[in-house]
């Protein structure tokens, strides 16, 4: 399964770091054969997000996406959650430890449930949403029966 994986981009001004996402973005607009986009500890944040989210709407074949620690906030999690929405390739998603409140997770609860292929979420620990918003992304988690794991607090729970 053909893979893009690159951390630690962060050591690159934000001005360079958005030039290089955007190239990959363009290439992989071109080259659908990537599955696995692992991304890491890059300090995206949202416009990183939301060249990604572009690129999810653009019928990219990514399967695993991995955004962990990389300083996403709402608006990203919310372009991300519209195209994870819309899109009908995805089965994982990894967003622990970035800065989503209670608005982006209401957003990522909604795209649960419009998309019944992905099967993994990873949205704990080290976000900031309300638990309230946590136990409502967890209930859609549970309702898709095609989930497999729910990282919850640091720990999978069987979906």
């Known amino acids: 399964v053909p893979c893009v994986s690159v951390g630690r981009w962060y050591s690159m001004n934000h001005h360079a770091l958005c030039a290089v996402l955007q ?7 071109v080259n659908r054969s990537v599955k696995t986009l692992d991304l890491p500890d890059n300090k ?19 399967t695993s996406l991995q955004l962990s620690h ?11 959650a519209e195209a994870i929405g819309q899109t009908k390739t995805l089965e ?13 997770c209401t957003a990522l609860t909604a795209a649960v449930t419009a998309n019944p ?30 989930f497999k794991i729910f990282h919850l607090f640091g720990k999978q729970c069987a979906g």
């Open 70 to 80: 990389n300083e996403i906030g709402d608006e990203g999690m919310i372009a991300l």
């Open 23 to 29: 190239r990959l973005c363009e290439a992989m607009s």
């Open 44 to 62: 995206l944040g949202d416009a990183g997000a939301i060249c990604i989210a572009q690129l999810l709407m653009g019928g990219s074949k990514v």
């Open 117 to 146: 292929n992905l099967k993994v979420v990873e949205f704990l620990p080290g976000n900031a949403a309300h638990t309230r918003d946590i136990k409502a992304l967890a209930r859609a988690v549970k309702q898709n029966r095609k």
């Open 92 to 104: 994982k998603l990894s967003v622990y430890s970035n800065n989503i409140t209670s608005v982006g």
